[in-house]
């Protein structure tokens, strides 16, 4: 009987953790002035467009961080015309090929999507 306890135990508790995996996060955020750095190297701009695109980078950072403390829901969307916004008076300071290496470095940047769940 005793055994029986134990291994039902076990069982529950293998279960617990193995469900706890999926939701867990891959470590802390990304610190935005290092992946604002990170896109500055990589983008290999010259001086002039460098600091204009880290000026642009910090002034919608810092309007995403005051969205992030409302309602999710809301703030989701309002995230998502921030992004856009930003992308728009980016596409002002860089070229063409400048614009499309950002967006794929921005995608390689970003997290993994979670598995959908049904």
Do not use: C, W
Not at 100 to 114: A, D, F, G, Q
């Amino acid at each position: 009987m005793r055994v029986l306890v134990i291994i039902t135990a076990l069982i529950f508790g293998a279960n617990t953790f193995a469900q706890g995996k999926d939701r867990s996060h891959s470590g802390a955020p990304p610190n935005r002035t290092q992946m604002a750095k990170e896109l500055l190297e990589s983008l290999d701009l010259d001086e002039i467009k460098g600091k204009s695109f880290l000026e642009i980078f910090n002034k919608y950072d810092e309007k995403a961080h005051a969205l992030m403390e409302g309602d999710r829901k809301e703030g989701f969307e309002k995230m998502k015309a921030l992004e856009e916004d930003k992308n728009e008076e980016l596409k002002i300071i860089l070229s063409e090929s400048e614009y499309k290496k950002y967006l794929s470095v921005i995608e390689k940047m970003r997290p993994p999507k979670p598995p959908n769940r049904e």
